[in-house]
């Protein structure tokens, strides 16, 4: 599987301010992303065809094994993580 656009949650605007690091926070208080990926973002924050990193697990499990990038200032960070989380849990994962 091949994913371009690692937005696949929201779990950076999940994550309580205190928690995020400092570049973070700067580039979660300049914009809400999630409003330009989705219309409509409160309705929609648990859609899996907006954000498919917040399938159930047994949905992870249906899919070919992935390999996941990220770097440390990526700002889909958490994204990777949580999704290379996801992608362990259902055996999918080929490389982190």
Same mark, same amino acid.
Request: contains cysteine; aromatic residues 12%.
């Given at each position: 599987?091949?994913? +371009?656009?690692?937005? $696949?949650?929201?779990?950076?605007?999940? $994550?309580?301010?205190?928690?995020?690091?400092?570049?973070?926070?700067? %580039?979660? $208080? %300049? +914009?809400? +992303?999630? *409003?330009?990926?989705?219309? *409509?973002?409160?309705? /929609?924050?648990?859609?899996?065809? =907006?954000?498919?990193?917040?399938?159930?697990?047994?949905?992870?499990? /249906?899919?070919?094994?992935?390999?996941?990038?990220?770097?440390? %200032? *990526? $700002?889909?960070?958490?994204?990777? %993580?949580?999704?290379?989380? /996801?992608?362990?849990? =259902?055996?999918?994962?080929? *490389?982190?």
């Amino acid at each position: 599987m091949f994913l +371009i656009g690692a937005i $696949t949650s929201d779990i950076l605007l999940d $994550t309580p301010l205190e928690d995020l690091k400092d570049w973070e926070k700067k %580039f979660v $208080t %300049f +914009i809400n +992303i999630n *409003d330009l990926l989705v219309d *409509d973002y409160k309705n /929609k924050k648990d859609d899996i065809n =907006a954000f498919p990193g917040r399938m159930p697990v047994s949905e992870f499990k /249906k899919l070919p094994p992935a390999i996941v990038c990220t770097s440390e %200032f *990526d $700002t889909c960070n958490r994204d990777c %993580f949580y999704l290379k989380s /996801k992608l362990e849990e =259902a055996g999918k994962l080929l *490389d982190f």
